[in-house]
C-alpha cells in the first residue's frame, strides 16, 4: 500500500527533512504519523501524495512508484487517493453536492454514477440534509465533513488526512476522528499526521512517531508521547 526504501529528502537550502526512513503500511491500517513541527511529517506526507519527491530511495503508493513516475502518471496515482487537509479547500460557490461531485468529475465519471456516489458519501458523513448549502454556510465541523466526504466519493482504497482536525474544536475533533476510524472499519487504509495528542492516545492506533526526520518509533496500539525540551519523541 505505501512503503518508503531509504529514503532520504534533502531541499536545495542543505536541509533534511527526511533521513534514511524505511517504511510499511499496509492495506486495512489506520497510522498515525506524528512529531512536533520541522520534524519531516508533513514532508512525508506530501511525499506519499508525489507534492516532493525524494533525493535518494523509492516510495511505492498503491502499487505506483512514486519516485520514478511520469508527470502524466500523477492524476491516476491521485485518483487513488483519498485526501484531506487542514484548510478544507472546498470551493465557495458551489453547494454541498456540487464540491463532493467535483472530485467525481474530473475523473470522468458517468453522470448515473455522480448522482449514485455522491448522495452516499453524503450519509456517511451525516449530511444529506446538507446537500444544497454553501460552505460558507456551515460550521467548520461540517466543511470537514463535506471534504471527508468529497475523499471518500470515488471509493479510495488509501485515505490521506493532513491535519484533519487542525482547525477544530475538540468535541468536533473527535466526531471526524470516529469517521475516519469507521472508514478504516469498511477496509480503507487510513494515514493521519497530526498533533492531537488526546486523540491518538484514545485510540490506540500504529503510531509512527518522527523526529528530525527520523523514525523514532513505530509502534502498534501506540502512544503520541511526550517532548522533552529538545522535542525529541518518547514512548
Known amino acids: 500500500m505505501i512503503e518508503f526504501v531509504n529514503v532520504t529528502k534533502r531541499y536545495s537550502n542543505g536541509t533534511v527533512a527526511l533521513k534514511d526512513v524505511n517504511l ?6 489506520f497510522a498515525f504519523v506524528v512529531g512536533s513541527s520541522g520534524s519531516g511529517k508533513s514532508t512525508l506526507i506530501k511525499m506519499i501524495l508525489k507534492e ?3 533525493t535518494q530511495g523509492e516510495v511505492f503508493v498503491n502499487g505506483y512508484s512514486v519516485s520514478t513516475m511520469s508527470r502524466k ?3 491516476f496515482l491521485r485518483r487513488s487517493l483519498g485526501i484531506v487537509f ?5 470551493l465557495p460557490n458551489k453547494t454541498v ?5 467535483f472530485a467525481m468529475q474530473i475523473t470522468e465519471a458517468m453522470p448515473r454514477d455522480i448522482r449514485r456516489q455522491v448522495p452516499m458519501a453524503l450519509a456517511l458523513v451525516g449530511l444529506s440534509r446538507k446537500a444544497n448549502v454553501y460552505p460558507g454556510q456551515m460550521s467548520g465541523g461540517e466543511q ?6 468529497r475523499a471518500l466519493v470515488n471509493n479510495p482504497c488509501l485515505l490521506v488526512a493532513d491535519e484533519p482536525t487542525g482547525n477544530l474544536d475538540p468535541e468536533t475533533s473527535w466526531e471526524i476522528m470516529k469517521l475516519l476510524s469507521e472508514v478504516n472499519s469498511r477496509g480503507t487504509t487510513v494515514v493521519v499526521a497530526t498533533h492531537e495528542k488526546s486523540i491518538v492516545d484514545s485510540m ?3 503510531v509512527i ?3 528530525k526526520g527520523v523514525i523514532v518509533r513505530d509502534q502498534e496500539k501506540g502512544l503520541y508521547g511526550y517532548e522533552d525540551k529538545d522535542n525529541q519523541l518518547y514512548n
Do not use: T
Not at 510499511?24 to 491500517?29: E, L
Not at 487542514?86 to 472546498?90: G, I, N, P, S, V
Open 24 to 29: 510499511k503500511i499496509n492495506k486495512g491500517d
Open 52 to 54: 516532493e519527491d525524494a
Open 73 to 75: 502518471q500523477i492524476p
Open 86 to 90: 487542514q484548510d478544507f479547500r472546498l
Open 97 to 101: 453536492y456540487e464540491n463532493v461531485a
Open 144 to 149: 470537514q465533513r463535506v471534504a471527508l466526504a
Open 204 to 206: 490506540k492506533k500504529r
Open 209 to 211: 512517531a518522527i523526529d
